[in-house]
């Protein structure tokens, strides 16, 4: 890929014991950079995302207490962390990096891109939830369509509905918001996306993969893309903290191989997102290692995908 987005800030101190694996960035930054797949040659660093492209998909009230540091207890506790200067640092730095990146899938010679953060799908337009404190890939979605009049794809494969992007694009006919995930699972409100794909709790490899091949060419032709943004969710495998699915790495590395070849191999420009993953380690807590063992199999993907094309 020409262009992958990174920041140290990504990462923040949690609380000890927290259940986010605040760390898995730099884990994964760290797997890629020794395995030759990301360097100086495509490392990027975003800025902070500025207010006024946040509030295209976010109310002014809530942009407001963000940055004032005025959010209620309760809303910190649907957040899922304690609000402070480098919190809020972090999520914008995160929606700057999947703008940027998107922008170079869109005008790069390969038409693939990555951002090693982001797929914060739980941000509503006016509150912050499950872990997610902006919505980078809605703020992006409304960036492309303003800048270069794209119509979007979103294909969230996270095991949990990704609500906060169903929410803010509902009846959109530009952005086809695509979702397979946990039945069951969180969150309990699931606003419609124009494609949802409910799981039942502990599917396996073989189950998964045939809805993912039934529902995605759906989604793509529906979608008439002209940019994808693939919401890559480790939280799909077995033994996630939070997952309740029972994927393999070998049927995690098949989804993603399916949906780059249904969708960045079909012309549709593609930006992938890390989203969600609770792997734990052996101690039993949430590992940021073994999370990001996970995530870097959609990177390993990737590059075999892009090798097998050959020159673009």
């Known amino acids: 890929m020409e262009h992958v987005s990174y920041h140290p800030d990504y990462v923040i101190a949690l609380p000890e014991g927290h259940a986010f694996p605040m760390r898995k960035y730099e884990c994964l930054h760290a797997i890629l950079l020794a395995e030759g797949l990301v360097g100086a040659w495509n490392l990027h660093e975003p800025a902070e ?14 942009l407001a207490k963000l940055r004032d ?58 509150s ?21 009049g794209l119509r979007i794809l979103v294909v969230d494969l996270d095991v949990h509905h990704g609500n906060g992007t169903a929410s803010i694009f509902a009846n959109d006919p530009d952005v086809f918001t695509f979702s397979m995930h946990g039945e069951r699972n969180f969150p309990l409100r699931k606003p419609p996306s124009s494609l949802d794909v ?15 091949a039934a529902s995605l060419p759906i989604a793509v032709e529906r979608s008439r893309a002209d940019l994808a943004f693939y919401l890559a969710g480790v939280d799909v495998a077995r033994g ?8 393999t790495e070998a049927g995690i590395a098949a989804r993603d191989r399916m949906v780059l070849e249904g969708v960045w191999r079909q012309g549709i420009a593609t930006c992938l997102t890390l989203s969600g ?23 390993r993907v990737a590059h075999a995908v892009l090798r097998e094309s050959g020159p673009a």
Not at 49 to 62: F, N, Q, R, V
Not at 97 to 108: F, L
Not at 198 to 212: I, K, N, S, V
Request: glycine share 10%.
């Open 49 to 62: 995302c500025p207010w006024e492209s946040l509030a295209l998909a976010h109310d002014e009230g809530y």
């Open 69 to 126: 540091g005025t959010l209620s207890r309760d809303e910190q506790r649907r957040i899922g962390m304690e609000w402070s200067p480098r919190l809020v640092r972090r999520a914008r730095l995160a929606v700057q990096g999947t703008i940027d990146a998107a922008v170079a899938a869109h005008r790069s010679r390969t038409r693939l891109s990555a951002n090693l953060a982001g797929g914060t799908h739980h941000a509503l337009r006016d």
């Open 128 to 148: 912050g939830e499950g872990y997610c404190t902006l919505n980078d890939v809605a703020v992006a979605s409304h960036v492309l369509r303003r800048e270069y």
């Open 198 to 212: 409910p799981l039942a709790d502990g599917l396996g490899d073989e189950a998964y993969l045939e809805a993912l």
């Open 240 to 247: 996630d903290r939070f997952g309740r699915l029972a994927l």
């Open 277 to 299: 993953g609770y792997a734990l380690g052996a101690d039993g807590k949430t590992s940021s290692e073994r999370t990001a063992e996970l995530h870097a199999i959609t990177h």
